[in-house]
């Protein structure tokens, strides 16, 4: 059985008696640390027009002018009915417009407004994501973010 610098059990039976079975596997403690990490990113949001999803929508349009909901899609991971539904509320919030281009299709494009939204959105959640940093303490979660990035890799060539 793996154990913590605390002594502490880890793996799938860890968490008898806390929880479902299932919460100690990998995908289960990935979901509770994210929900985590979400939070924080919402509660920097909190007191704007923006939630997490048309924050990081947003910035997509801002990082590229003409980009279609699909091509967003494809990049968040996300459905292409949520994006077009966040884009039709960043549309009503005046912070993109869709523009007809070649072939019928539709670029999403940033209002001055938007533009000034997702600056703001941006440097929120960079903050928040600090306070994580402070959190977990540097060396922690730079050792964090570079075993999620090997992880990936290894994912995606496997």
């Known amino acids: 059985m793996d154990t913590t610098a605390t002594g502490a059990e880890s793996g799938p039976g860890a968490d008898a008696g806390k929880g479902a079975a299932l919460s100690g596997l990998l995908r289960g403690r990935l979901r509770e640390v994210s929900a985590l990490i979400e939070q924080r990113g919402e509660a920097a949001l909190s007191g704007t027009a923006l939630s997490l999803p048309l924050n990081h929508m947003l910035d997509a349009v801002v990082a590229e002018p003409g980009v279609t909901v699909t091509e967003i899609a494809q990049r968040l991971g996300k459905s292409q009915q949520a ?5 039709a509320r960043l549309t009503t919030l ?15 494009h940033a209002t001055k407004a938007g533009r000034t939204a997702s600056a703001d959105g941006v440097r929120r959640e960079l903050a928040a994501e600090e306070r994580t940093r402070q959190a977990l303490g540097t060396e922690r979660f730079d050792e964090l973010m570079a075993l999620l990035a090997r992880a990936r890799e290894a994912l995606l060539e496997g």
Not at 83 to 87: K, P, T
Not at 94 to 108: A, C, K, N, P
């Open 83 to 87: 994006m077009s539904q966040a884009a």
């Open 94 to 108: 005046g912070f993109i417009e869709r523009h007809v281009g070649t072939g019928r299709t539709v670029g999403l």
